[in-house]
């Protein structure tokens, strides 16, 4: 039974599930929780010797092996004795071996082990010991147990924590497993980013190979918590000793535990309750008694860990609900689009569409308009000067209609140019213009601003080529054609636009682009809206273009370096890419953008750019990053490079532009 | 002229260049060097205005671009003031570009540019200056330069030494160069291994990017020089103000000099003189006069460098001629050979021949049956006992005959059993064993060992099985199957081995394997003549095997971790993968193996193995390095799995054997 609803939440943190003991009773032990208001249980997978189950093989050289097996059931794993451990067993036959076993896979259905059970690996194991039958031991166990919970197609698997600091030979052997398992999660649970970032380094960055925190009475910093955002959370265990009592002797949880859960439900992390109720609520507690009117027959079938789920599902939902705007946007999230070739393909209808429907952004150009003519023409000459105003790039007329109101709310007469390169926006724009009926007003020219012979100058020029990372969709190539045009005093809206880098977390968006298995993917930056990520240091502003810009050495090329120190209570990260954004001053004071501390609320048109990074850079606590990024351009193509070249150096991704470039 | 003769050595080092200062006049420049004695000269790229050189080009838009170009010699670039960098030409007309110019590429003919000029970029540039002119002006020289020297085809270009501590703008100009170039070598000057590493790392360990290093009257530790040796160093540059002065007052090397020189020469380094002559050896000088016998005339005309080219061609030739085990395996340096299924393949006729061909073995091994005859027979029972000797995997014969050498040298009687399992070699032993008249000693059994039913059983189980790691040609695996036959008390030969493996700098493997673009070859194991490399800390034993081996519990799954420490003075280094090493003990004191430090001499059936990394690891002088390998076992195949966990984590290679395994 979900924790209860949170409007636009489909996610799986609607899911709780609780940590149980061994028992033998599967069917049992599922019946009581699922009825308790709990949807999966973290079970230990049980142990077992079969016996006289007896198979033969003929391996390609001839020879015979046989194997015998025993059937005996054996005590739970997790209370297995030294007596128990594989090598210790009987040795008169020698060829025994223990397998896993949990009654029977017969005892539940399999869609209930599949939905409802996450098996739990015995917690003795220790894979790196100095002891080496102990090690051997543990690989076994590890084997058959996570083989016997394929074999139930379990949807997950928690796997202890590494015991010391090493963690090789536990990684060889998971990482044999992930190679082979499709169907199965393995979980990892560790308190340590460290050992974590280890194992999954060794495991090649697995993308089956999840986490699940253990959720304490002491937190760690905010900083040191929010690194885990970008990995591979998919389960926070809390235990019951973490929970306070409030007044009425409910058990509750601190403002901080609060928003960290809360923070888990946004991010799509189940929680999974662990250990024994530590709080009485007999019914004799009359504070409890009287607020749930629950009778004394009630009250004892009542699941014994109840009163903590029933919490987690009031913070659950209490949550605030997604805005809309997000709720849209929840299909976009984590997916990566290649930016736009606006100059070299042409726009489609559906693109037009929902640009147009981004009224924030409108109502910035207006306002920016209006404060330009307002400059320009005072209001004595209002009635008696006529501005030229040029649309560059007017696709299919947001922007004269925004500059055309801009006019009408300040009182000045304006002559408008619509300047198109799409001869289909074209279509739609003589339309526009006969229906409002401002022919007398707009002159639509169906031509690449870049070669435009203007008739006349302009005293206003309007665009807007921007793309997510600012001058990625080559505004500024466009508008040093465009300025020909433009009166020696004219106004660009926008005046400047600056882009905005900071180094992130993002497993997720790691593994996908690593999905395709070729370079040409890691050299590519992609749009995206971002979600599972962890925001490593405050963005950094990287290169400004500005408009007009008559100097006579200009050039759009550009590099910068950037020097990122993370807060010191972070701890050490892991980099797998960098967030682009931009910022455009349209006029004066009027802005508009996407860099996180300065967004324009409510603006859809952009999502934030992201460049990854071939090899994942791992950053020790108090070290610096330091990243190089050019801007590039030839002839016929502008592109990016990007480099890290501290704590270590990765290779130039992009060299002349061979992965990803934007055609001229 | 080459610096002379030394037996077995063809390679590049009996070149030596010479460091000229710019000149107008290439051809005299050249004559007068190569005249001298020099093969090469080592000289500035000169640099031009080109005048009146105009072209046209439209572009997709349909804009028009016109460039005009200027031609008039400027000074060379060694000796540019700033007056005549890029940025501070006249902005009379703005377009105006700077050409890379040498007088004209027909001054020397193609082939005179290709081999005997190597280009030297000009040395003032900083492309990582923080004075933005300095750099744009320094990235339009490099470019412009080393677009010259493309044009000329030279074979080479040195480049200077990054200014600071930082490259990260430098080293993407020269990679993007690098993408673009196929016919040149950039040839990178440093004295600082951590900037040539993070160089080399932002450019991808380009496999054209090369090394020149600087050798200055005080030289570094040996082992920090050593590390130099597994990196593509092409050229060693020699001042004259590193020579000092004999009692004859000629130039010459100190010892520590000389000992370098020769290693350069060993690993095809070659050598450039650069500086003034700095040893007067005027006429009037007497010993010199008196030794040469020069005249006045001749002296006069000699290249004022000739005394210093004539020491350096006088170290060539003293160097200790090759081996001719080394000469004949020089064409096997450094090429990567996939090691031997010897289980699943039988070998070919021509691989027989070669391996039967190293005597050094076979003396071993009769040594060693030697040994064991006498400690199981003694003198009394010597003629009346006989000895059931099985040589297991005997192939053509080779083991049998030091077998029964051994007999006839100890005066025992012996029964030969010659098992084997390739029918190919079967026929051949047969006719051995006609023409050596064995008939009555020697039964030979076309069969597997591992599945023959031995009429009886064996006093002495003789094989060679061994691959270059020992066990990975499954010696363990086959032996398992043999020792069925083995008496009790009954003596394996080998006795047991043990694999070694040390961690190595090989920019040249390296890049062999990169060249595949797959992970396959990353995840192989070579059999391969090292030569080019850095051996970086001592070897240390690995996995052993001993025979006969009747534990219970065997099992031939190993697994090792290792923690290497490198010497203190040896600074940081990279680390591109290990070689391994194995040794044999045959009977007691009787061994045999490859391990460096106790390495049978003149013994060629196998070269070391090398397991890479798909990522060279970076070590910080300091750190230890932490290795870990596994032998595993499957019912079809044996592989190896190996990683580093320490200072870094790399991925876990070969995971369940998918890329590199042995057959079973």
Redo the contacts between chains.
């Keep these: 039974m979900p924790l209860g609803d949170n409007l636009g939440d489909k996610s799986d943190s609607r899911y709780c599930g609780v940590e149980t003991e061994f028992n033998d009773d599967m069917p049992h032990v599922l019946s009581c929780n699922v009825n308790g208001g709990f949807d999966f249980v973290v079970a230990p997978l049980g142990f077992s010797k079969l016996k006289m189950f007896a198979f033969t093989k003929f391996?390609?050289?001839?020879?015979l092996l046989i194997h015998y097996l025993d059937v005996e059931k054996l005590q739970a794993a997790e209370h297995m004795e030294p007596g128990y451990r594989p090598s210790l067993i009987d040795?008169a036959s020698?060829d025994s071996t223990v397998l896993p076993f949990a009654g029977s896979d017969l005892v539940l259905s399999p869609s209930q082990w599949s939905s409802h059970v996450v098996g739990k690996i015995s917690s003795w194991i220790d894979l790196d010991s100095e002891d080496d039958i102990l090690?051997v031991d543990s690989e076994i166990t590890l084997k058959q147990e996570l083989a016997w919970a394929s074999h139930l197609s379990l949807q997950a698997c928690l796997l202890p924590t590494p015991k010391g600091t090493?963690?090789?030979?536990y990684?060889?052997c998971v990482?044999?497993i992930l190679?082979?398992l499709n169907n199965m999660q393995a979980v990892e649970l560790t308190d340590s980013w460290e050992l974590w970032?280890?194992f999954r380094?060794?495991?090649?960055h697995h993308s089956q190979l999840s986490i699940a925190l253990d959720v304490l009475s002491s937190l760690p910093s905010a900083n040191s918590i929010g690194r885990w955002f970008g990995e591979p959370v998919k389960a926070a265990i809390v235990h019951t000793d973490t929970f306070i009592t409030n007044a009425r002797g409910y058990p509750c949880l601190s403002k901080r535990h609060q928003n960290l859960l809360s923070r888990f439900f946004y991010y799509s992390i189940q929680i999974v309750l662990s250990g024994k109720p530590v709080h009485k609520l007999s019914g004799g507690n009359s504070a409890a008694g009287a607020d749930h009117s629950d009778n004394y027959a009630q009250q004892a079938q009542r699941h014994p860990l109840r009163s903590y789920l029933d919490y987690v599902g009031y913070l659950y939902q209490k949550m605030e609900p997604l805005p809309e705007q997000e709720r849209f946007e929840l299909g976009y999230r984590d997916f990566l689009q290649s930016p736009l070739q606006p100059l070299m393909d042409n726009l489609e209808a559906q693109t037009y569409e929902t640009f147009e429907k981004d009224s924030v952004k409108y109502i910035q150009y207006q306002r920016a308009v209006s404060k330009a003519l307002v400059d320009r023409i005072s209001d004595e000459n209002a009635s008696t000067t006529t501005v030229v105003l040029m649309v560059v790039g007017a696709g299919r007329g947001p922007l004269v209609r925004a500059s055309l109101q801009a006019a009408e709310e300040t009182g000045r007469k304006l002559k408008v140019y619509a300047v198109e390169k799409n001869p289909n926006a074209v279509v739609t724009l003589h339309s526009l213009v006969k229906l409002e009926g401002w022919e007398n007003v707009v002159t639509i020219i169906s031509s690449?601003m870049?070669?435009w012979d203007a008739p006349e100058k302009a005293d206003i020029l309007v665009s807007e080529l921007l793309g997510s990372f600012g001058d990625n969709e080559l505004s500024p190539e466009c508008l040093d054609?465009a300025e020909r045009f433009l009166k020696p005093d004219g106004i660009s809206i926008p005046s400047s636009y600056t882009s905005f880098i900071q180094p992130v977390t993002t497993s997720k968006l790691y593994n996908d682009v690593k999905l395709h298995k070729d370079l040409l993917h890691f050299e590519t930056a992609y749009v995206v809206k971002l979600h599972r990520l962890a925001r490593l240091s405050p963005s950094q502003s990287v290169f400004t273009f500005t408009h007009p810009n008559y100097s006579?050495n200009r050039s759009n090329q550009r590099?910068k370096?950037l020097r990122f120190e993370m807060p010191n209570d972070t701890g050490s990260t892991i980099v797998h890419g960098f967030a682009g954004y931009f910022d455009a001053i349209l006029y004066k004071d009027v802005h508009l953008g996407i860099e996180p501390s300065t967004a324009t609320p409510n603006m859809f048109s952009w999502f934030p750019i992201f460049f990854p990074l071939r090899?994942p850079v791992?950053v020790k606590a108090g070290s610096p990053l330091?990243f190089?990024i050019?801007r590039c351009c030839g002839?016929?193509k502008v592109w990016y490079?990007w480099?890290v070249?501290s704590p270590?150096?990765?290779?130039?991704h992009n060299?002349?532009g061979?992965s990803y470039w934007v055609g001229?």
């Design positions: 391996d390609k050289t001839g020879c040795k020698r090690r090493s963690c090789g030979n990684a060889r990482n044999q190679q082979n970032n280890s380094v060794l495991c090649e690449d870049r070669c054609g006579p590099y370096k090899s791992y330091e190089h050019w002839n016929t490079e480099c070249t270590t150096s990765s290779p130039i060299s002349n061979r001229l």
